[in-house]
């Protein structure tokens, strides 16, 4: 019994000063950090937006309130018992802010909501055997150390890549018999899109359909992507009614067999009183040649370029097509005129992107 009790002294100590060190790095600062700089960028209103804002960073300053509490409990041991359940404050609100995306049943919102729930379980478990004065040293050490370090340190950027010609200069008029025209944004927008590229070419076909392709380029991948459809277009005055992740075929890339990419499927409808017709749309991220549907994850791998140090781009392309007063069929249906007339134009697009305007893997920046 005596020498259980000696190793129950010795483990519990030691795995409670694991644990905290793993929390402080991935969970207090590798994910309520991004998650409360991300937190609110895409509210569909400012009031919402500033709500979400508002709980993130409530949440990470309990976290540092409760470093400060460990502080105070390495002097005195009084106070061990609430200064670990501050402790735990950045497990809950991770816990916390991953539920309603795992609802979603996405893998990886499922994987981070499972990870924390897990972790919140183990720190129970192990809170109440936490008693030695070496914890609240380790445990306040790390803290300090790690969040001192990722809050002064920043990666180098990723090695630009330029686009390899101009989009306004040289990309087609002409897609899947849509006529096109360049239309230049106002220079506040410009400057609010911050890319090095951009083309917004506005599209029609012969029987009077309209739609649109938006493009941006930005050279390097460390980019805000503060212009995306489900915030600027609510911004214009519409409401995303329906928003859903696909796998779309690509079929014409020349001399490759089909690939699927991930794409959003959006339909926005106006608010009363704004003169403009529904729009389908199409939206995904290419981020130096990966496609993605996610913004988080598109950022993620603009940073992932920057540590390994090697150059990544970040592009954003969005497909419309407006809907007329007499379409009758549900737009966000396989089948509709308006879903198979933006999967056509996006398959012009996508391939003439990767093949004439990214930069090549084995040549960067062209």
């Known amino acids: ?37 991300a937190a609110g960028a895409d509210a569909d209103d400012a009031a919402r ?23 105070v409990g390495m002097l005195d041991r009084r106070t061990a018992s609430w200064a670990w359940g501050f402790a735990a404050l950045p497990i809950v609100y991770v816990v916390l802010q991953s539920v309603p995306r795992a609802v979603s049943g996405e893998v990886r919102a499922v994987a981070a909501f499972a990870a924390a729930a897990g972790a919140a379980v183990v720190w129970a478990f192990v809170l109440r055997r936490l008693t030695a004065r070496a914890q609240y040293v380790t445990c306040v050490g790390a803290l300090v150390v790690v969040g001192l370090f990722f809050r002064l340190w920043e990666p180098p950027p990723p090695k630009p890549l330029p686009i390899r010609q101009s989009l306004v200069e040289h990309f087609p008029r002409q897609l899947a018999g849509w006529s ?30 309209e739609g649109m392709a938006f493009i941006t380029y930005n050279a ?17 005055g519409y409401v995303k009614k329906q928003a859903e992740e696909r796998e779309i075929p690509i079929e014409r890339f020349p001399g490759q067999p089909q690939k699927e990419i991930p794409v959003n499927v959006l339909l926005f409808e106006p608010k009363p009183g704004l003169q403009s017709p529904p729009a389908l749309m199409l939206q995904y991220f290419n981020v130096g040649g990966t496609y993605t549907a996610s913004r988080e994850w598109a950022r993620v791998l603009g940073t992932r370029g920057s540590f390994t140090h090697r150059g990544s781009y970040l592009s954003q392309t969005q497909v419309a097509v407006w809907l007329r007063p007499g379409d009758a069929a549900d737009p966000m249906s396989r089948g509709s005129e308006a879903y198979r007339l933006a999967v056509s134009l996006l398959n012009e697009v996508v391939p003439l992107l990767e093949t004439e305007y990214y930069p090549k893997p084995e040549s960067p920046g062209g």
């Open 220 to 236: 390097s991948a460390w980019s805000n992507i503060p212009h995306v459809p489900w915030v600027c277009m609510v911004q214009s």
């Open 1 to 37: 019994m005596n020498a259980t009790a000696t190793e129950n002294e010795r483990f519990w100590p030691m795995a409670g000063s694991a644990l905290l060190l793993v929390e402080a790095i991935l969970v207090g600062i590798g994910l309520a950090y991004p998650a409360a700089l």
């Open 180 to 209: 096109g025209e360049v239309r230049m944004l106002d220079k506040n927008t410009e400057t609010e899109l911050g890319a090095d590229q951009y083309l917004n070419l506005a599209l029609r076909l012969p029987d009077g359909r």
């Open 49 to 71: 937006a500033s709500l979400e804002r508002s709980f993130a960073y409530a949440a990470l300053g309990a976290s540092l309130a409760g470093a400060a509490a460990l502080a």
